[in-house]
C-alpha cells in the first residue's frame, strides 16, 4: 500500500526579533527559520525546510509572516500547531493554520508584502517603547515626510535603497504613508516584495526630511542616482515590523487562516 503524500500547510506567525539573526538559517547562531524548524522536528519526528515570505533581517520584529512547508504527520493541523508553541521560545508564536495546495510557497505566491517602522517623537524618550520603536527627540514635519513619500510609490528602481546586489532592484510600492497617534509615528509601506533593508534605508532619509535637513527635491535625487548605498543613514532594526503578507484567495486552500487555535 503507498503511503499518504504530504499535506501541506502554511501558517501566520509572529516574533519578537530583538535576540535573533535574522529569519533564515545560519550555522551557529540563533534564526527563526531555525527555531522553527526544530520545533517541527520535536513535534513530527521530520526534518522539515520551511519557506518565508518575508526574510527579515536580524532584530526586525513580525507580527503577519507566513511560512509554508509539507509534512507526513498524522496531526490535525490545530494539534500540530498548539504543539509547536509549546517547543517555540516565548518570543516565537504561530497564530494562525491553513491547509494548502501541494504547490503553494510562502514567498513565491505573496502578492504583496507590508512593514510598519515606528518612531517615538518626543523630547523625553520612552523606556516602554525603546524595544519596538526609535527615538528622534526633535519633532517631526509629518506633511514634510507625506509629501516625499509621494515618490515612492510605483514602480521604480530602488537600487539607493539597498547596498550593493545582484539583484533587479526594481520594485512596485502600493502604499508608502506617515501617520501620527500622539507620540508614536508610523511609516507603513505595502510592495510586491523588497530589498534587503530597503525599508530602513528609507526610513533614514525620510526621517530627515522630517527634521529640515533634506529637501523633498534631495530625496527624489536619491532614488533617480540608484546608486546602492546612497540612502543614509540606516535606521536601526528595532522598529521595524513586517505586518502582512498579501495572497490571492485560491492559493489558500480553504481561502483563509484559521485563527481559532
Known sequence: MESPPPKKLALVMEYEGARYHGF???VGVPTIQGEVERALAKVTGERIRIVG????DAGVHAE???????TFSNLHPQTLVRALNFYLWPDIAVKAVSSVESGFNARRDALS???CYRIFNSPAPSPLNQRYAYY?????DIDAMNQVCQYLVGSHDFASFTGPTNRRTVRQVYKAEVSVEEELVSFDIIANAFLPKQVRCTVGP??????????A??????MQARKPGLAAPVVPPHGLCLM???YPENKLGEGRFDENL
Open 64 to 70: 503577519g509572516q507566513v511560512i509554508s512547508f509539507s
Open 136 to 140: 528622534v527627540p526633535k519633532a517631526l
Open 113 to 115: 508584502r507590508e512593514y
Open 206 to 215: 525620510l526621517i530627515r526630511v522630517g527634521l529640515g535637513k533634506l529637501t
Open 53 to 56: 515570505a518575508g526574510r527579515t
Open 24 to 26: 533564515q538559517y545560519q
Open 217 to 222: 527635491e534631495e530625496f527624489e535625487g536619491i
Open 244 to 246: 502582512k503578507v498579501n
